[in-house]
């Protein structure tokens, strides 16, 4: 289910599957994610817990545990340079610049002994000279509209919307091509969490930079993103344009997630929700994950997996037989 | 942070106090009586031991000892030596001026060397590098150290005869200048490694489980993420975090560093304080143990005072956490 960008692809991911496995155990926490995101495109996953999207934003970047994480299968592109393969100082050359990225928490995220100043500094460093480092960090903090004082403090004395305003500062310094935000509003109250997306869009526009917006709550990413993926169970399950799959979901998880986020009230007064769990993750899925807990599943999911099918206009897709033009067509 | 290091001093001072009233107690706990111990297994006469007893004060009410002693104390006054005489605090300080000098070179050096082992072991977590550091401190923890001292004297002094086996100086061509640090050296080298295997263990493997900790922080990713290398991710990230429990436990022992070195000094003979302290015990030289226990004492509350604010200048919290802005 590679998208709509064609040419200018700043991120690209195909089919990828990545494991964690410790003491003979393995947990599939990825298990067929494609997307890609063009030069200064807003993309957005959305999806629930552990369905993968935090994993899938850290191992674009190297930052899962080496020796633990596996990518199995799958490629990994970062503006046109197959990353799939990178170890240790490889990923040197991908963090930062052209990708950064920032965190749910900005408390522990942030090193609690340095000051603010030196933190951002070293992003700075890292990417420009010592000289300019003085002036760039100050001009970083503007641009995340945090004064200039905040340079001196350590993280513990900052709130959260301005801690979170300094890990985009960090991110910023590094002059990223594109920003991986992984739920950077999650820990925030809902005020701050306003102020941060709005900060967000206004950042974007002045730099032009590409983001991948991660989060479970398809409100933000419905006002922040030009495209959308929707991840269940470790697979890209439907993408396409942000109004159009959330108007028009194809796959029954989106429906179902778009009514539970809508709190919609099914037909006796209740809120509709997603009867069942999401599956165990310690095998892949041959079939279609949702398939347990799909109410309109039928004999053809149990035969095989459904490929990524038009669901739509403007490269909408999902995987999901109900949308397949004849049921009885060979995969 | 005025504020913070005011707290701390005041606290010490009182700590201070405190234990030189209980060391002077417990002195007068100890089983025997000094002035069996000065005139020996003669058996003196009564008018003859009530006259020492009134010399030294020991008839008085014990309320009055005490006060005699405070004042005493506060005047840099801590009694003569009933053995030798000789006034307890220039007894006291010379003796642990020599140990000092063994232990801080040994501890600086067992801090240093513990901490840039377990930073390594960190990085390599899990791996053999991890393992064999591990190891390597857990013996160095585990061996006692009159054991290994003698082991080295066997080896290094009996039978290689590279190092002298004991003391401080050679007695018979001590060499001036340049000779006389040399033959400092070879004098200090074997004790100052007992001490050094010793204190290396103890903070290697604190220092490790705690790097090790750090290392699976957020605030780690954060780090990676900007595209720093592991080098600057470990040293400049980790290390500082990393080093807050490593501080206590080498706070800890510096505070210990005056009698922390007794049996070291027994095998070695070296002359400091532990070696004053085990005659005076058997002397029941009441004035130079209350003495040794006052300035172990101290050192224990200087080293606790020093551990406190370099946690402040470590970690930043604290001095929020103390109540003073910094």
């Not at chain 1, 490929?307 to 004849?326: D, E, K, S, T, V």
């Not at chain 2, 072991?121 to 899990?126: N, T």
């Not at chain 2, 791996?127 to 401190?137: E, G």
């Not at chain 2, 699976?216 to 080098?231: M, N, P, Y």
Request: proline content about 5%; glycine content about 10%; overall charge positive.
């Amino acid at each position: 289910m590679t998208g709509a960008a064609g040419g200018g692809a700043i991120l690209e991911v195909h089919a990828l599957h990545v494991t964690y496995e410790s003491a003979g155990r393995a947990v599939h926490a990825v298990q067929d994610a494609s997307l890609s995101v063009a030069e200064g495109e807003a993309v957005g996953i959305a999806g629930e817990s552990g369905c993968g999207k935090s994993t899938l934003a850290r191992v674009l970047l190297g930052l899962v545990p080496a020796g633990i994480a596996h990518i199995r299968n799958g490629r990994i592109a970062i503006g046109g340079v197959d990353v799939t393969g990178f170890a240790g100082r490889d990923w040197e050359q991908v963090r930062g610049q052209p990708v950064a990225i920032v965190f749910q928490d900005p408390l522990s995220f942030l090193n609690p002994v340095m000051r603010v100043g030196d933190q951002i500094g070293e992003a700075v460093r890292r990417h420009d000279s010592a000289a300019a480092v003085p002036a760039r960090s100050a001009e970083l903090v503007d641009l995340v509209r945090l004064q200039r004082s905040v340079l001196r403090r350590y993280p513990h004395e900052l709130s959260g919307g301005m801690r979170q305003r300094v890990m985009l500062a960090i991110a910023l310094g590094c002059r990223p091509r594109l920003l991986v935000a992984d739920e950077p509003t999650t820990a925030l109250d809902a005020t701050t969490e306003a102020e941060i997306l709005a900060l967000l869009r206004e950042l974007r526009r002045e730099l032009g930079m590409a983001m991948l917006l991660i989060s479970h709550d398809l409100g933000v990413l419905r006002w922040n993103c030009d495209r959308i993926y929707i991840m269940y169970a470790g697979h890209t399950v439907e993408s396409g344009a942000t109004a159009e799959v959330l108007s028009r979901p194809a796959h029954p998880y989106t429906r179902g997630l778009a009514g539970a986020a809508r709190l919609a009230r099914l037909p006796d007064g209740h809120f509709a929700m997603i009867g069942g769990d999401v599956p165990r993750l310690e095998r892949p899925a041959r079939l279609c994950p949702f398939l347990s807990r799909c109410d309109a599943a039928m004999a053809r999911c149990r035969e095989a997996m459904p490929p990524a099918l038009p669901a739509g206009a403007n490269g909408h897709q999902a995987r999901c037989w109900l949308i397949a033009p004849a049921h009885r067509e060979a995969i | 942070m005025a504020r913070y290091i005011g707290a701390r001093l005041t606290w010490a001072a009182a700590m201070v106090l405190g234990i030189a009233i209980v060391a002077f107690l417990i002195t007068h706990l100890l089983p025997g009586n000094p002035v069996d111990a000065l005139v020996g297994d003669f058996p003196a006469p009564p008018e003859y031991v009530s006259k020492v007893r009134h010399l030294f004060g020991l008839d008085q009410p014990l309320p009055v000892q005490l006060w005699l002693y405070l004042v005493n104390m506060a005047r840099g006054n801590l009694g003569f030596s009933f053995l030798s005489r000789q006034p307890v605090l220039s007894l006291v300080l010379a003796r642990a001026g020599t140990t000092l000098l063994l232990m801080v070179p040994s501890l600086i050096l067992a801090s240093l060397i513990g901490v840039a082992m377990a930073v390594r072991a960190a990085a390599s977590h899990g791996r053999m590098l991890d393992s064999a550091l591990t190891a390597v401190s857990l013996i160095g923890y585990s061996i006692p150290v009159f054991w290994l001292g003698q082991i080295l004297v066997v080896i290094f002094a009996v039978n290689l005869g590279w190092l002298p086996a004991e003391g401080i100086r050679s007695l018979r061509e001590p060499g001036s200048g340049i000779g006389a640090v040399l033959d400092f050296l070879r004098h200090f080298a074997l004790p100052a490694f007992c001490i050094t295997v010793y204190y290396l263990a103890v903070v290697a493997r604190v220092a490790r489980s705690s790097m090790v900790e750090m290392l699976h922080q957020d605030f780690v990713l954060t780090a990676r993420a900007k595209g720093l290398s592991e080098r600057a991710v470990l040293w400049r990230h980790v290390l500082r975090n990393g080093l807050i429990p490593v501080i206590t436990v080498i706070g800890y022992n510096f505070g210990y560093s005056l009698t922390g070195a007794i049996l070291t000094e027994t095998v070695f003979a070296w002359p400091g304080l532990g070696e004053l302290f085990v005659t005076a015990i058997a002397n029941r030289d009441y004035p130079v143990l209350s003495g040794i226990f006052l300035l172990a004492a101290i050192a224990v509350v200087l080293a606790n005072l020093a551990t406190d604010l370099l946690y402040a200048a470590v970690d930043p919290r604290v001095r929020i956490a103390a109540g003073g802005r910094a």
